[in-house]
Protein backbone atom coordinates (compact mmCIF):
# COMPACT_ATOMS: atom_id res chain seq x y z
CA UNK A 1 0.00 0.00 0.00
CA UNK A 2 1.30 3.64 -0.90
CA UNK A 3 1.08 5.76 2.59
CA UNK A 4 2.22 9.70 2.09
CA UNK A 5 3.95 10.77 5.98
CA UNK A 6 2.67 13.16 8.24
CA UNK A 7 5.90 15.36 7.05
CA UNK A 8 4.81 15.10 3.36
CA UNK A 9 1.41 15.67 3.56
CA UNK A 10 2.03 19.04 5.73
CA UNK A 11 4.72 20.13 3.27
CA UNK A 12 2.51 19.86 0.50
CA UNK A 13 -0.92 20.87 2.29
CA UNK A 14 1.08 24.47 2.63
CA UNK A 15 -0.16 27.45 3.40
CA UNK A 16 -4.04 26.04 4.33
CA UNK A 17 -5.72 28.43 6.00
CA UNK A 18 -3.35 28.47 9.19
CA UNK A 19 -5.22 31.73 10.94
CA UNK A 20 -8.60 29.95 10.46
CA UNK A 21 -7.69 27.15 12.21
CA UNK A 22 -5.74 28.77 14.88
CA UNK A 23 -8.33 30.36 15.91
CA UNK A 24 -9.12 33.97 14.15
CA UNK A 25 -11.62 35.00 12.68
CA UNK A 26 -12.08 32.36 9.44
CA UNK A 27 -15.44 31.90 8.42
CA UNK A 28 -14.35 27.59 8.57
CA UNK A 29 -13.87 25.96 11.62
CA UNK A 30 -10.23 24.43 11.27
CA UNK A 31 -11.17 20.85 10.80
CA UNK A 32 -12.90 21.84 7.61
CA UNK A 33 -10.42 24.35 6.22
CA UNK A 34 -7.45 21.18 6.84
CA UNK A 35 -10.49 19.11 4.81
CA UNK A 36 -10.89 21.31 2.32
CA UNK A 37 -6.92 20.83 1.94
CA UNK A 38 -6.27 17.72 1.63
CA UNK A 39 -9.22 17.48 -0.50
CA UNK A 40 -7.86 19.80 -2.55
CA UNK A 41 -4.14 17.48 -3.20
CA UNK A 42 -6.67 14.47 -3.72
CA UNK A 43 -8.90 16.49 -6.62
CA UNK A 44 -5.30 17.83 -7.87
CA UNK A 45 -3.11 14.38 -8.43
CA UNK A 46 -0.96 15.39 -5.57
CA UNK A 47 -2.35 12.58 -3.08
CA UNK A 48 -2.40 9.60 -5.93
CA UNK A 49 -5.88 7.21 -4.87
CA UNK A 50 -5.30 4.43 -2.94
CA UNK A 51 -2.54 6.21 -0.71
CA UNK A 52 -2.88 5.71 3.49
CA UNK A 53 -3.12 9.30 5.07
CA UNK A 54 -0.73 9.44 8.02
CA UNK A 55 -2.34 8.63 11.33
CA UNK A 56 -3.90 10.68 12.96
CA UNK A 57 -1.96 11.00 15.97
CA UNK A 58 1.16 11.83 14.04
CA UNK A 59 -0.56 14.41 11.68
CA UNK A 60 -1.74 16.06 14.41
CA UNK A 61 2.21 16.49 15.68
CA UNK A 62 3.32 17.93 12.29
CA UNK A 63 0.38 20.40 12.08
CA UNK A 64 1.12 21.76 15.66
CA UNK A 65 -3.08 20.90 15.99
CA UNK A 66 -5.19 18.90 18.08
CA UNK A 67 -6.06 15.21 17.50
CA UNK A 68 -9.64 16.17 17.63
CA UNK A 69 -9.17 18.79 14.33
CA UNK A 70 -7.45 15.79 12.61
CA UNK A 71 -10.34 13.35 13.83
CA UNK A 72 -13.15 15.93 12.59
CA UNK A 73 -10.86 16.53 9.36
CA UNK A 74 -10.50 12.96 8.44
CA UNK A 75 -14.79 12.72 9.53
CA UNK A 76 -15.53 15.31 6.70
CA UNK A 77 -13.35 13.60 4.33
CA UNK A 78 -14.64 10.15 4.51
CA UNK A 79 -18.25 11.36 5.02
CA UNK A 80 -17.53 13.05 1.62
CA UNK A 81 -16.37 10.33 -0.23
CA UNK A 82 -12.66 11.37 0.19
CA UNK A 83 -11.82 8.99 2.52
CA UNK A 84 -11.99 4.95 2.97
CA UNK A 85 -11.70 3.08 5.66
CA UNK A 86 -11.36 -0.90 6.49
CA UNK A 87 -11.65 -1.40 9.95
CA UNK A 88 -8.00 -2.49 11.72
CA UNK A 89 -6.38 -0.72 8.42
CA UNK A 90 -5.65 2.89 7.30
CA UNK A 91 -7.49 5.36 5.97
CA UNK A 92 -7.08 5.66 1.96
CA UNK A 93 -7.94 8.20 0.05
CA UNK A 94 -10.78 7.84 -3.15
CA UNK A 95 -12.92 10.39 -5.02
CA UNK A 96 -16.87 10.34 -4.60
CA UNK A 97 -19.15 8.68 -7.05
CA UNK A 98 -20.01 11.71 -8.96
CA UNK A 99 -22.72 12.89 -11.24
CA UNK A 100 -22.65 12.58 -14.34
CA UNK A 101 -20.40 14.97 -16.17
CA UNK A 102 -21.86 17.54 -18.65
CA UNK A 103 -22.09 16.04 -22.12
CA UNK A 104 -19.95 17.74 -24.28
CA UNK A 105 -22.13 20.63 -26.74
CA UNK A 106 -21.61 20.64 -30.30
CA UNK A 107 -18.86 22.70 -31.74
CA UNK A 108 -19.31 25.31 -34.56
CA UNK A 109 -16.83 24.27 -37.45
CA UNK A 110 -15.05 27.90 -36.67
CA UNK A 111 -13.71 26.64 -33.33
CA UNK A 112 -10.21 26.94 -31.91
CA UNK A 113 -8.85 23.69 -31.71
CA UNK A 114 -7.19 23.87 -27.88
CA UNK A 115 -6.73 20.03 -27.97
CA UNK A 116 -3.63 19.56 -29.62
CA UNK A 117 -0.42 20.89 -28.79
CA UNK A 118 1.14 20.99 -32.38
CA UNK A 119 1.83 23.12 -34.97
CA UNK A 120 1.45 23.90 -38.47
CA UNK A 121 4.37 23.10 -40.68
CA UNK A 122 7.13 25.45 -41.12
CA UNK A 123 5.57 25.69 -45.05
CA UNK A 124 8.68 26.72 -47.03
CA UNK A 125 11.57 24.56 -45.38
CA UNK A 126 9.18 21.49 -44.97
CA UNK A 127 8.39 21.75 -48.78
CA UNK A 128 11.95 22.17 -49.76
CA UNK A 129 13.16 19.24 -48.06
CA UNK A 130 9.80 17.28 -49.86
CA UNK A 131 11.10 18.36 -52.91
CA UNK A 132 15.01 17.60 -52.27
CA UNK A 133 14.18 13.87 -50.77
CA UNK A 134 11.85 13.63 -53.91
CA UNK A 135 15.37 14.06 -56.13
CA UNK A 136 17.16 11.45 -54.13
CA UNK A 137 14.05 8.86 -54.09
CA UNK A 138 14.83 7.42 -57.31
CA UNK A 139 18.33 5.88 -55.54
CA UNK A 140 15.96 4.10 -53.29
CA UNK A 141 13.53 2.76 -56.13
CA UNK A 142 16.05 -0.76 -56.98
CA UNK A 143 15.23 -1.64 -53.21
CA UNK A 144 11.83 -3.00 -52.00
CA UNK A 145 11.72 0.31 -49.44
CA UNK A 146 11.47 -2.19 -46.47
CA UNK A 147 14.01 -0.82 -43.82
CA UNK A 148 12.36 -2.14 -40.52
CA UNK A 149 14.81 -0.22 -38.40
CA UNK A 150 14.84 2.74 -40.71
CA UNK A 151 16.83 4.06 -43.68
CA UNK A 152 20.96 3.81 -42.62
CA UNK A 153 20.98 7.52 -43.57
CA UNK A 154 18.05 8.63 -40.94
CA UNK A 155 19.57 6.50 -38.28
CA UNK A 156 22.66 7.80 -38.43
CA UNK A 157 21.18 11.10 -37.99
CA UNK A 158 19.76 10.62 -35.23
CA UNK A 159 22.58 8.83 -33.33
CA UNK A 160 24.63 12.23 -34.62
CA UNK A 161 22.09 14.17 -32.78
CA UNK A 162 23.06 12.26 -29.68
CA UNK A 163 26.80 12.36 -30.41
CA UNK A 164 26.42 16.23 -30.56
CA UNK A 165 24.62 16.69 -27.09
CA UNK A 166 27.51 14.52 -25.25
CA UNK A 167 25.95 10.81 -25.72
CA UNK A 168 28.00 8.73 -28.03
CA UNK A 169 25.39 6.39 -29.92
CA UNK A 170 25.52 4.42 -33.08
CA UNK A 171 23.45 4.34 -35.77
CA UNK A 172 22.52 0.53 -34.42
CA UNK A 173 20.96 1.98 -31.35
CA UNK A 174 18.85 3.81 -33.53
CA UNK A 175 15.19 2.51 -34.66
CA UNK A 176 13.30 4.59 -36.76
CA UNK A 177 9.51 4.57 -35.42
CA UNK A 178 5.74 6.18 -37.10
CA UNK A 179 5.86 8.46 -34.79
CA UNK A 180 7.37 9.02 -30.42
CA UNK A 181 3.62 7.68 -30.04
CA UNK A 182 4.55 4.10 -32.05
CA UNK A 183 8.04 4.09 -30.41
CA UNK A 184 6.31 3.94 -27.25
CA UNK A 185 4.11 1.18 -27.50
CA UNK A 186 6.76 -1.20 -28.78
CA UNK A 187 8.76 0.01 -26.22
CA UNK A 188 5.81 -0.93 -23.87
CA UNK A 189 4.94 -4.10 -25.63
CA UNK A 190 8.72 -5.24 -24.79
CA UNK A 191 9.14 -3.97 -21.43
CA UNK A 192 5.67 -3.94 -19.40
CA UNK A 193 4.48 -7.18 -18.87
CA UNK A 194 0.41 -7.33 -17.94
CA UNK A 195 -0.34 -6.41 -14.45
CA UNK A 196 3.36 -4.68 -14.11
CA UNK A 197 3.71 -1.43 -12.46
CA UNK A 198 4.80 1.40 -14.66
CA UNK A 199 5.62 4.85 -12.68
CA UNK A 200 4.96 8.01 -14.52
CA UNK A 201 4.67 11.68 -13.68
CA UNK A 202 1.52 12.74 -12.85
CA UNK A 203 0.31 14.73 -14.72
CA UNK A 204 1.75 13.49 -18.01
CA UNK A 205 0.72 13.50 -21.41
CA UNK A 206 -2.20 11.71 -21.53
CA UNK A 207 -1.49 9.21 -24.53
CA UNK A 208 1.42 7.67 -22.71
CA UNK A 209 -1.81 7.10 -20.13
CA UNK A 210 -3.56 5.29 -22.46
CA UNK A 211 -0.67 3.36 -23.99
CA UNK A 212 0.42 1.88 -20.75
CA UNK A 213 -3.37 0.97 -19.78
CA UNK A 214 -3.16 -1.04 -23.30
CA UNK A 215 -0.40 -3.57 -22.45
CA UNK A 216 -2.19 -4.03 -19.17
CA UNK A 217 -0.06 -2.30 -17.07
CA UNK A 218 -1.12 -0.36 -13.80
CA UNK A 219 0.38 3.69 -14.35
CA UNK A 220 1.25 4.29 -11.16
CA UNK A 221 1.02 8.41 -10.60
CA UNK A 222 4.10 9.80 -9.05
CA UNK A 223 2.80 13.62 -8.32
CA UNK A 224 5.23 16.28 -10.23
CA UNK A 225 5.67 19.58 -7.57
CA UNK A 226 3.86 22.13 -9.46
CA UNK A 227 4.65 24.66 -7.12
CA UNK A 228 8.52 24.47 -7.73
CA UNK A 229 7.94 23.14 -11.29
CA UNK A 230 9.76 20.34 -10.56
CA UNK A 231 9.90 16.65 -10.21
CA UNK A 232 9.73 15.08 -6.63
CA UNK A 233 12.25 12.55 -6.77
CA UNK A 234 11.90 11.77 -3.16
CA UNK A 235 8.80 10.62 -3.85
CA UNK A 236 9.80 8.86 -7.14
CA UNK A 237 11.91 6.96 -4.80
CA UNK A 238 9.49 5.77 -2.20
CA UNK A 239 7.11 4.55 -4.81
CA UNK A 240 9.73 2.74 -6.76
CA UNK A 241 10.25 0.96 -3.41
CA UNK A 242 6.41 0.85 -2.35
CA UNK A 243 5.78 -0.90 -5.37
CA UNK A 244 8.68 -2.58 -6.82
CA UNK A 245 8.01 -0.65 -10.49
CA UNK A 246 10.20 -2.71 -12.91
CA UNK A 247 9.29 0.67 -15.36
CA UNK A 248 9.10 4.29 -15.00
CA UNK A 249 7.85 6.84 -17.97
CA UNK A 250 9.24 10.32 -17.33
CA UNK A 251 8.75 13.58 -19.97
CA UNK A 252 12.25 15.84 -18.62
CA UNK A 253 12.57 17.64 -21.46
CA UNK A 254 9.78 20.55 -21.25
CA UNK A 255 6.74 18.38 -20.12
CA UNK A 256 3.79 17.82 -21.77
CA UNK A 257 1.39 19.59 -20.41
CA UNK A 258 3.83 21.86 -17.14
CA UNK A 259 6.62 22.82 -19.68
CA UNK A 260 9.09 21.75 -16.63
CA UNK A 261 12.69 20.58 -17.01
CA UNK A 262 14.28 18.40 -14.75
CA UNK A 263 17.97 20.03 -14.51
CA UNK A 264 20.73 18.03 -14.69
CA UNK A 265 21.45 17.44 -10.70
CA UNK A 266 17.74 15.90 -10.86
CA UNK A 267 18.77 13.98 -13.90
CA UNK A 268 21.96 12.42 -12.28
CA UNK A 269 19.55 11.79 -9.14
CA UNK A 270 17.03 10.14 -11.25
CA UNK A 271 19.49 7.72 -12.81
CA UNK A 272 20.33 6.76 -9.62
CA UNK A 273 17.28 5.90 -8.67
CA UNK A 274 17.09 3.76 -11.25
CA UNK A 275 20.08 1.74 -10.39
CA UNK A 276 19.27 1.28 -7.39
CA UNK A 277 15.91 0.42 -7.38
CA UNK A 278 16.61 -1.86 -10.94
CA UNK A 279 13.86 -0.01 -12.59
CA UNK A 280 14.56 1.22 -16.24
CA UNK A 281 13.30 4.63 -17.26
CA UNK A 282 11.48 5.23 -20.34
CA UNK A 283 12.54 8.68 -21.18
CA UNK A 284 10.64 10.54 -23.76
CA UNK A 285 12.08 13.54 -25.35
CA UNK A 286 9.32 14.71 -27.94
CA UNK A 287 9.86 18.01 -26.70
CA UNK A 288 13.52 18.35 -26.29
CA UNK A 289 14.39 21.17 -29.18
CA UNK A 290 11.59 23.43 -27.61
CA UNK A 291 13.74 25.05 -24.85
CA UNK A 292 11.93 28.55 -24.84
CA UNK A 293 13.62 30.09 -21.58
CA UNK A 294 16.95 28.02 -20.96
CA UNK A 295 19.28 25.46 -23.22
CA UNK A 296 17.86 21.45 -22.60
CA UNK A 297 19.87 19.87 -20.21
CA UNK A 298 21.88 17.03 -22.00
CA UNK A 299 19.96 13.57 -22.23
CA UNK A 300 19.07 11.30 -18.90
CA UNK A 301 21.16 8.74 -21.14
CA UNK A 302 24.18 10.84 -21.01
CA UNK A 303 23.79 10.36 -17.01
CA UNK A 304 23.76 6.66 -17.16
CA UNK A 305 27.03 6.02 -18.67
CA UNK A 306 28.55 3.79 -16.17
CA UNK A 307 25.81 3.54 -13.60
CA UNK A 308 23.77 0.12 -13.56
CA UNK A 309 20.28 1.89 -14.63
CA UNK A 310 18.73 1.06 -18.24
CA UNK A 311 17.80 4.10 -20.09
CA UNK A 312 15.42 3.40 -23.43
CA UNK A 313 15.14 7.17 -24.99
CA UNK A 314 12.12 7.97 -27.37
CA UNK A 315 12.07 11.33 -29.26
CA UNK A 316 10.30 12.55 -32.39
CA UNK A 317 10.22 15.07 -34.67
CA UNK A 318 6.45 15.75 -34.42
CA UNK A 319 7.01 19.15 -32.15
CA UNK A 320 10.19 20.75 -33.26
CA UNK A 321 9.87 19.82 -37.13
CA UNK A 322 6.23 18.35 -38.39
CA UNK A 323 3.94 16.50 -36.57
CA UNK A 324 2.91 15.19 -40.51
CA UNK A 325 6.17 13.28 -40.77
CA UNK A 326 5.40 10.82 -38.53
CA UNK A 327 8.72 10.37 -37.82
CA UNK A 328 9.90 9.16 -34.48
CA UNK A 329 12.58 6.64 -32.84
CA UNK A 330 13.81 5.00 -30.19
CA UNK A 331 17.46 4.81 -28.92
CA UNK A 332 18.39 2.01 -26.57
CA UNK A 333 21.24 -0.74 -26.40
CA UNK A 334 21.51 -2.45 -29.57
CA UNK A 335 20.16 -5.97 -28.30
CA UNK A 336 17.38 -3.93 -26.79
CA UNK A 337 16.96 -2.24 -30.33
CA UNK A 338 16.91 -5.94 -31.65
CA UNK A 339 14.00 -7.08 -29.22
CA UNK A 340 11.96 -4.07 -30.27
CA UNK A 341 12.33 -5.41 -34.10
CA UNK A 342 11.15 -8.69 -33.42
CA UNK A 343 7.97 -7.22 -32.03
CA UNK A 344 7.82 -4.49 -34.40
CA UNK A 345 7.22 -7.01 -37.28
CA UNK A 346 3.93 -8.08 -36.24
CA UNK A 347 2.62 -4.73 -35.73
CA UNK A 348 4.21 -2.75 -39.11
CA UNK A 349 6.97 -3.55 -41.13
CA UNK A 350 8.84 0.15 -41.18
CA UNK A 351 8.20 4.13 -41.78
CA UNK A 352 7.33 5.64 -45.36
CA UNK A 353 10.94 6.27 -47.41
CA UNK A 354 10.26 9.53 -48.76
CA UNK A 355 9.30 11.19 -45.02
CA UNK A 356 12.81 9.72 -43.58
CA UNK A 357 14.30 10.70 -45.96
CA UNK A 358 13.02 14.56 -45.22
CA UNK A 359 13.57 13.66 -41.58
CA UNK A 360 17.78 13.37 -42.09
CA UNK A 361 17.84 16.24 -44.72
CA UNK A 362 16.01 18.65 -41.54
CA UNK A 363 18.26 17.09 -38.86
CA UNK A 364 21.40 17.64 -41.24
CA UNK A 365 20.53 21.25 -40.98
CA UNK A 366 18.68 21.82 -37.89
CA UNK A 367 19.12 25.83 -37.44
CA UNK A 368 16.74 25.97 -40.77
CA UNK A 369 13.70 25.27 -38.38
CA UNK A 370 14.17 25.52 -34.68
CA UNK A 371 15.14 29.30 -33.82
CA UNK A 372 12.28 30.34 -36.00
CA UNK A 373 9.99 28.01 -34.04
CA UNK A 374 10.89 28.71 -30.77
CA UNK A 375 10.52 32.69 -31.67
CA UNK A 376 7.19 31.52 -32.65
CA UNK A 377 6.54 29.68 -29.62
CA UNK A 378 7.87 32.47 -27.25
CA UNK A 379 5.41 34.98 -28.80
CA UNK A 380 2.44 32.59 -28.48
CA UNK A 381 2.85 31.61 -25.04
CA UNK A 382 3.26 35.66 -24.48
CA UNK A 383 -0.44 36.55 -26.11
CA UNK A 384 -1.64 33.50 -24.24
CA UNK A 385 -0.78 34.74 -21.09
CA UNK A 386 -1.42 38.08 -21.56
CA UNK A 387 -4.88 37.23 -22.77
CA UNK A 388 -5.47 34.99 -19.62
CA UNK A 389 -4.23 37.67 -17.41
CA UNK A 390 -6.79 40.18 -18.94
CA UNK A 391 -10.28 37.97 -18.99
CA UNK A 392 -9.29 35.75 -16.46
CA UNK A 393 -7.19 37.25 -14.11
CA UNK A 394 -7.95 34.82 -11.14
CA UNK A 395 -6.91 31.37 -13.14
CA UNK A 396 -3.07 30.97 -12.14
CA UNK A 397 -0.64 30.10 -14.49
CA UNK A 398 2.87 29.99 -14.04
CA UNK A 399 4.54 28.79 -17.51
CA UNK A 400 7.60 26.25 -17.39
CA UNK A 401 10.69 27.03 -19.25
CA UNK A 402 9.59 25.54 -22.31
CA UNK A 403 7.23 22.73 -24.69
CA UNK A 404 3.62 24.19 -26.01
CA UNK A 405 1.48 24.57 -23.36
CA UNK A 406 0.32 26.04 -20.23
CA UNK A 407 -0.93 24.21 -17.00
CA UNK A 408 -3.43 26.70 -15.37
CA UNK A 409 -4.85 26.28 -11.73
CA UNK A 410 -8.69 27.10 -11.80
CA UNK A 411 -10.12 28.60 -8.73
CA UNK A 412 -12.71 25.90 -8.65
CA UNK A 413 -13.03 22.23 -10.16
CA UNK A 414 -14.32 22.88 -13.51
CA UNK A 415 -12.47 21.72 -15.75
CA UNK A 416 -14.55 18.82 -17.26
CA UNK A 417 -17.24 20.77 -17.18
CA UNK A 418 -15.57 24.44 -19.39
CA UNK A 419 -14.33 21.32 -21.74
CA UNK A 420 -17.71 20.18 -22.13
CA UNK A 421 -19.20 23.96 -22.42
CA UNK A 422 -16.40 25.17 -24.30
CA UNK A 423 -17.37 23.99 -27.61
CA UNK A 424 -20.62 25.92 -27.93
CA UNK A 425 -18.01 29.40 -27.36
CA UNK A 426 -16.07 28.25 -30.11
CA UNK A 427 -13.35 26.16 -28.48
CA UNK A 428 -12.41 22.43 -28.17
CA UNK A 429 -10.19 21.73 -25.11
CA UNK A 430 -9.00 18.43 -22.92
CA UNK A 431 -9.76 19.04 -19.91
CA UNK A 432 -7.23 18.39 -17.00
CA UNK A 433 -8.65 15.36 -16.05
CA UNK A 434 -7.49 13.78 -19.40
CA UNK A 435 -3.42 14.16 -17.77
CA UNK A 436 -3.70 12.32 -14.89
CA UNK A 437 -5.48 9.15 -13.23
CA UNK A 438 -9.30 8.67 -11.72
CA UNK A 439 -10.47 12.12 -11.86
CA UNK A 440 -7.35 14.22 -10.89
CA UNK A 441 -6.89 17.63 -12.07
CA UNK A 442 -10.26 18.66 -12.11
CA UNK A 443 -8.37 22.39 -11.13
CA UNK A 444 -6.32 22.41 -14.21
CA UNK A 445 -6.74 23.24 -17.89
CA UNK A 446 -4.00 22.26 -20.42
CA UNK A 447 -3.83 25.31 -22.50
CA UNK A 448 -1.20 24.85 -25.83
CA UNK A 449 0.06 27.83 -27.67
CA UNK A 450 0.29 26.53 -30.91
CA UNK A 451 -2.19 28.45 -32.92
CA UNK A 452 -1.72 31.27 -34.02
CA UNK A 453 -2.23 34.95 -31.95
CA UNK A 454 -5.78 35.81 -33.07
CA UNK A 455 -6.89 32.06 -32.32
CA UNK A 456 -5.23 31.99 -29.15
CA UNK A 457 -7.36 35.72 -28.12
CA UNK A 458 -10.68 34.17 -29.39
CA UNK A 459 -9.87 31.23 -27.70
CA UNK A 460 -9.62 32.33 -24.17
CA UNK A 461 -12.91 34.78 -24.85
CA UNK A 462 -14.80 31.71 -25.60
CA UNK A 463 -13.28 30.08 -22.58
CA UNK A 464 -13.78 32.74 -19.84
CA UNK A 465 -17.44 33.05 -21.67
CA UNK A 466 -17.89 29.25 -20.81
CA UNK A 467 -16.75 29.97 -17.18
CA UNK A 468 -18.87 32.65 -16.56
CA UNK A 469 -21.95 30.60 -17.63
CA UNK A 470 -20.86 27.63 -15.00
CA UNK A 471 -21.08 30.36 -12.62
CA UNK A 472 -16.98 30.31 -12.00
CA UNK A 473 -15.97 33.41 -10.22
CA UNK A 474 -18.86 33.87 -8.67
CA UNK A 475 -18.24 31.42 -5.77
CA UNK A 476 -21.17 29.17 -6.54
CA UNK A 477 -19.35 26.37 -9.17
CA UNK A 478 -20.55 23.31 -9.50
CA UNK A 479 -18.93 20.04 -7.04
CA UNK A 480 -16.63 18.10 -7.88
CA UNK A 481 -16.62 15.96 -11.03
CA UNK A 482 -14.62 12.78 -11.92
CA UNK A 483 -13.20 12.73 -14.91
CA UNK A 484 -14.36 11.02 -17.60
CA UNK A 485 -12.45 11.90 -21.39
CA UNK A 486 -13.97 14.60 -23.14
CA UNK A 487 -14.99 13.57 -26.56
C1 LIG B 1 5.26 13.86 -24.52
C2 LIG B 1 4.80 13.35 -25.84
N1 LIG B 1 5.20 12.12 -26.25
C3 LIG B 1 4.81 11.62 -27.42
C4 LIG B 1 3.98 12.32 -28.27
C5 LIG B 1 3.57 11.69 -29.57
O1 LIG B 1 4.35 12.24 -30.57
P1 LIG B 1 4.37 11.72 -32.09
O2 LIG B 1 3.58 12.72 -32.87
O3 LIG B 1 5.81 11.72 -32.45
O4 LIG B 1 3.77 10.36 -32.13
C6 LIG B 1 3.53 13.59 -27.89
C7 LIG B 1 2.60 14.32 -28.74
O5 LIG B 1 1.83 15.12 -28.27
C8 LIG B 1 3.95 14.11 -26.64
O6 LIG B 1 3.56 15.31 -26.22
Given at each position: MRVIGAATLARDLGRWQPDEVRGSAGRRPGYRALADGIRLLIADGRIPLGT???SERDLAVALELSRTTITSAYTV????????SRQGSRSTVTLPDSAAPPRPTAAPSTAVDLTCAAMSAPADRIRDAYADALRELPSYLHTAGLESLGLPVLREAV???YRDRGVPTTADQIMITTGAQQALVLVLALLAAPGERVLIDHPTYTNAIEAIKRTGARPIPVPLRLESKGWDLGALRSAARQTAAKLAYVVPDFHNPTGFCLDEGGRAELVRIAGDTRMTLVVDETMTDLGLDAPTPPPVARFAAGARADVVTIGSMSKAYWSGLRIGWIRADVSTVNAVL???SAIDLGSAVLEQVVAAELLADPDSVLPARRERLRHQRAVLVDALAEELPEWRCDPGPGGMALWVQLPEPLSTAIAATAP???????????FGLEGAFERYLRLPYA???????SAVTGIAAAYRALGGGAGHAA???TGVPVV
Open positions: ALPLREGGYLAAQRAIRAHGVLLAAGPRVAPDSLRELR
